[in-house]
């Protein structure tokens, strides 16, 4: 099995991978202590390895719960006052890691339709990376990074 970093062409026919980007972002926030974003940064990779060891199994709660009946599954990981979220799928052989989002673990309830939206349009984005992914197989293998 391989875990992909999935991928798309930019303006530049450049490749984007968003989970890595979404790693380099948030390595490169100065307000973030270094002890606590390499917490971070390896809370998410034990979390994927996880899913890695177990051959992609998408049904592991709390850290991994399928989305409504799609391809799509979730992985949740709880740090401090935040919630990451990364959408993912998985093949025959592959883990495909499509898009990363942060949430705030409490927020005011005049926020929620706000918070709600953002997580509706992850998850639209993550379902249109899916069928691009499928289509067009852009992506790069980056199972070195987890053994």
Not at 49 to 54: G, P, Q, T
Not at 110 to 132: G, R, T
């Amino acid at each position: 099995m391989k875990i992909i970093a999935y991928g798309q062409l930019n303006q530049q026919q450049e490749v984007e991978l968003p989970f890595k980007e979404y790693l380099e972002q948030y390595s490169s926030k100065t307000t973030i202590p270094e002890k606590e974003e390499i917490k971070v940064i390896s809370k998410i990779y034990q979390t994927i390895k996880y899913l890695y060891d177990r051959k992609g199994s998408m049904n592991l709660p709390p850290y991994i719960e399928p989305y409504k009946k799609t391809q799509l599954s979730v992985i949740k990981i709880k740090h401090s006052d935040l919630l990451i979220r990364i959408a993912f799928f998985t093949t025959e052989d592959e883990i495909v890691l499509l898009e990363v989002m942060d949430k705030p673990k409490y927020y005011d309830k005049a926020k929620k339709k706000q918070i709600d939206k953002k997580i509706e349009s992850f998850l639209k984005e993550a379902e249109k990376n899916l069928i691009d992914y499928l289509a067009n197989k852009i992506g790069v293998d980056i199972t070195e990074e987890f053994n």
